[in-house]
């Protein structure tokens, strides 16, 4: 089977991106797994810390593990937003695939030199383990939110440079890079989220030359996302949507059966909208 590489840098060529979808359990694994193998395309997990905690990190990659080798199957785990090289070391050291260094609360040289010690192990332990970083602060919260995050800011001053951006990359080594280009985690309630600068993600792309990462894409319109994949996202993240998907569907399956005390009997209809979700948007993504 190819390496994780090998998948991004192809769907980069042919203009597409891969999907990267967050869990908390094994249902939502499921439903994600159930749409990618149903489209055969290839898919990323992710487990941000505090899903890592819930789930175990160990048993994050025994889960994800068991369906690739099942199966056959190109589903991959990354170690979405983790906070300290520690953290960072661990993830790898259990066996993920791939691990992001968020270090968007700390300075700009800060950044470079840790994320730079978390390429350096990762290399250390497995070359085909992506190392991501972060440039740019979008919010911390997958969650349905009011209004714009604190502490994010979106006009075009306070995005992501592409001159930091070349430096970072030339100082740290990182194979993907997830840049602030008007993107934020979580869905504003009521409407779609802010349009995405197209031209500052094209200017980022020309001048890093590594792939890219679309963060927090719950809420921006297919429009917004096709348009940003166009101009060099490689891998699209989405999580909000998700939750907000699952638990509606529990929600209901409760509601229309109070007695019901299986959970896999009433558990079944969040699997099943967790699917829908993900295949809509593989196939928006993939073009299809």
């Known amino acids: 089977m190819k390496t994780l590489k090998q998948y991004i840098s192809e769907a980069a060529e042919k203009g597409i991106a891969i999907g990267h979808f967050n869990i908390s359990n094994l249902e939502t694994l499921r439903g994600i797994f159930e749409a990618a193998k149903k489209l055969d395309l290839p898919v990323i997990i992710g487990t941000a810390e505090g899903e890592r905690n819930f789930i175990g990190t160990k048993q ?3 889960l994800v593990r068991s ?4 199966y056959d199957y190109p589903i991959f785990l990354n170690s979405d937003h983790t906070y300290s090289l520690d953290k960072v070391k661990e993830a790898i050291d259990a066996g993920y695939d791939a691990v992001i260094f968020d270090a968007t609360d700390l300075s700009y040289d800060e950044n470079i030199k840790i994320t730079k010690q978390c390429v350096e192990y990762a290399r ?3 070359p085909d383990i992506i190392v991501e970083a972060e440039l740019g602060f979008i919010g911390k919260s997958s969650q349905v939110l009011e209004g714009i995050p604190e502490g994010v800011k979106i006009t075009e001053e306070f995005l992501t440079k592409p001159e930091e951006a070349k430096k970072f990359i030339d100082e740290t080594g990182v194979d993907m890079l997830a840049p602030a280009i008007g993107n934020i985690h979580g869905m504003l309630k009521g409407g779609l989220n ?7 993600i094209k200017e980022i792309k020309e001048a890093v030359g590594i792939p890219l990462v679309l963060h927090g894409a719950s809420g921006n319109s297919p429009e917004d996302i096709k348009e940003a994949i166009k101009a060099g996202m490689s891998v699209v993240h989405v999580n909000t949507e998700i939750r907000v998907a699952f638990r509606k569907a529990l929600v209901k399956s409760l509601q229309d059966n109070p007695d ?4 896999y009997k009433y558990m079944k209809d969040c699997v099943k909208a ?3 979700v993900i295949e809509e948007k593989l196939k928006l993504f993939s073009n299809l």
């Open 124 to 126: 250390s332990v497995n």
């Open 260 to 263: 019901e005390v299986a959970p």
């Open 274 to 276: 967790v699917e829908v």
């Open 60 to 62: 994050a990659v025994a």
């Open 67 to 70: 369906l690739r080798e099942e």
């Open 194 to 200: 802010p349009a995405l600068n197209i031209k500052r």
